[in-house]
Structure formats: structure tokens, C-alpha cells
């Protein structure tokens, strides 16, 4: 069923939960997420990588999700990730995509402001004053789509004393956050800088100015980090690299078997649904209950 990422994440955080989102690459993916949250009884986004929706079929894919999205027995929205160009934003907008990450984080605070409010007036005159933005200050480092072993030191952090300007300023209905993620997988262990955090939270948590947070990069925070993540405002976190490895390793083991069993690309996939389903299935419960 169809849900207002704002609205679904402030729910989670008024009872103490946490809404995951996942990286859907194709619709194998896609289908086993929401499976989870059906078998759990939890919301879920679908995330689209903005190389997967300018890539060849990437809008159609984003009309499967919609329609697999509105067909779920919970709620579910389907987000375009980390996007910054304004043709593929509101062509996905018109495929199906309810909530998009308006990304500046890597320009200039002001400009990062005005990229936000430029999405915003572009989709209130397409006609899209429903459609959800989340946006990103600091400057996460790693590669969105590849896991490569990333620095946490490289990473850019979130200012505190910019968040309360910049969430009022650009209108942006959830805030990602830099305070030690990466995307990818972490050199060494994740260093979550919790007095950043909660510096940030003491400035989006208050009753005039409260705006959901979001942690990017989250495949090798530990769990129980996420959980005291959730009780410093971070409503929504993202997940894409453990999905990748698991499919993938899953994939490495079944296929010679598949391959000797007629050519079996149905069970293949079905292996590949189970991989997907059972990890979504243990975030959606952790984050979630
Ligand atoms: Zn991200």
C-alpha cells in the first residue's frame, strides 16, 4: 500500500523503531524486500540507485516497483536515491518513485539549499506536492553501486550547527547525515562519532524544528549501534552492500547445481529471492520491533 516516507518514519520513531531501505538493482530483489515486510508485518522503501533509473529499462523498473509497492499488504515507498539531475528526477517522479533523495551534499552549504527548493518547485509544478525529499548534508565518501574498502577518515562530517538553518531553509522532509558512514564496506571498524550525532539530534529532535534523520551506509554498522541510532532521531537507515554480498554469494554457490539441473534459472532465482528475503526479513526486525 502507499505511504508518505515522512509520515511512515516519524510512526517508526514514535514508537522507538526504524524503517529500513533497500537497494533494488531489479525486481527479483524488489519482490523478495517486500515479501519480508509482509512477512513481518513492517513498512519498507525501496531504494533506486540513480545510475539503475538512467540506465536502460531503469524507469520501467521503477513502474514495477510502484506497482509492486501498491499491491503490498504494508506499507511500502519507492524512493530514487541520491539523485541531483532534475530530468531523471522528475521522470522517475512520473514512473512511480513517491520520495526522492534531492542530493547537494557535494556542493556549497547555499547551493546544497537552493538544489533542495529547486526540486521541490520543479515537482510542486509537474503537479508532485506528495512527493517526499529527503536531503544530505556532509559528504559521505565510497561509491554508491561498488564496495570498496573505504577510509573512514575520508569521510566528511555533518556540521550540528548547520542543521536547524539548512533543514528550515530547504524545506527537506528527512536529513542524511554524515557522522562517520560510508558507503561500501569500512576499513577496519565503523567509528559511529556519537557526539556529533547527538549534537545533530539535540538540534532536529526539538518540537518547532523536528526532522527525521537518515544514516546512509549502514551494511557493517553494528546492530546494536543502529538501535542506539534510533533513539537519537534516525528514523530511516540504508542498506545495500550486505543485500549485494549476500545475492552474490548465494548466486556463487547455486549456480553449478542449477546449471546441472536442466538449466534451472527459475530455481536460481528462487535461491536468490530466499538470500535477499531472509536478510531484509532480520533488518526489517531489528530496526523495526
Ligand atoms: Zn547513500
Not at 28 to 57: D, F, Q, S, W, Y
Not at 59 to 72: F, H, P
Not at 181 to 190: I, L
Request: net charge negative; with cysteine; hydrophobic share 45%.
Amino acid at each position: 500500500m502507499r505511504a508518505k516516507l515522512d509520515e511512515l518514519v516519524t510512526a517508526a520513531l514514535q514508537r522507538g523503531a526504524a524503517v529500513p531501505a533497500f537497494t533494488c538493482y531489479d525486481f527479483t530483489t524488489a519482490t523478495a524486500v517486500v515479501e519480508a515486510a509482509e512477512e513481518t508485518g513492517l513498512p519498507v522503501i525501496l531504494n533506486v540507485a540513480p545510475k539503475t533509473a538512467a540506465a536502460r529499462a531503469g524507469q520501467r523498473l521503477i513502474t514495477a516497483l510502484r506497482s509492486l509497492a501498491d499491491g503490498a499488504a504494508v506499507p511500502v515507498c519507492v524512493q530514487l536515491d541520491h539523485a541531483s539531475d532534475l530530468a531523471v528526477i522528475r521522470e522517475s517522479v512520473r514512473s512511480g518513485a513517491d520520495c526522492v533523495l534531492a542530493d547537494g551534499s557535494a556542493l556549497g552549504f547555499e547551493e546544497n539549499i537552493a538544489l533542495v527548493r529547486g526540486v521541490r518547485a520543479v515537482l510542486n509544478a509537474d503537479g508532485g506536492t506528495a512527493v517526499v525529499l529527503e536531503a544530505e548534508l556532509g559528504g559521505l565518501a565510497g561509491d554508491e553501486d561498488k564496495a570498496f574498502g573505504v577510509d573512514v577518515q575520508a569521510a566528511g562530517l555533518t556540521d550540528p550547527t548547520q542543521v536547524r538553518d539548512f533543514a528550515e531553509r530547504s524545506g527537506a522532509q528527512l536529513l542524511a547525515v554524515a557522522i562517520g558512514n560510508v558507503h561500501g564496506k569500512y576499513k577496519g571498524a565503523p567509528k559511529v562519532r556519537w557526539d556529533v550525532l547527538e549534537r545533530i539530534s539535540a538540534e532536529t529532535t526539538s518540537s518547532e524544528a523536528t526532522v527525521p534523520l537518515v544514516l546512509h551506509g549502514a551494511s557493517g554498522i553494528p546492530a546494536g549501534e543502529l538501535l542506539k541510532a534510533r533513539t537519537l532521531g534516525v528514523g530511516k537507515v540504508n542498506f545495500n552492500t550486505e543485500l549485494r554480498s549476500g545475492i552474490l554469494a548465494t548466486l556463487e554457490a547455486e549456480t553449478a547445481a542449477h546449471r546441472a539441473d536442466g538449466e534451472n534459472l527459475q530455481g536460481l532465482l528462487g535461491r536468490w529471492n530466499a538470500s535477499a528475503r531472509e536478510f531484509a526479513a532480520a533488518t526489517l526486525r531489528t530496526l523495526g520491533e
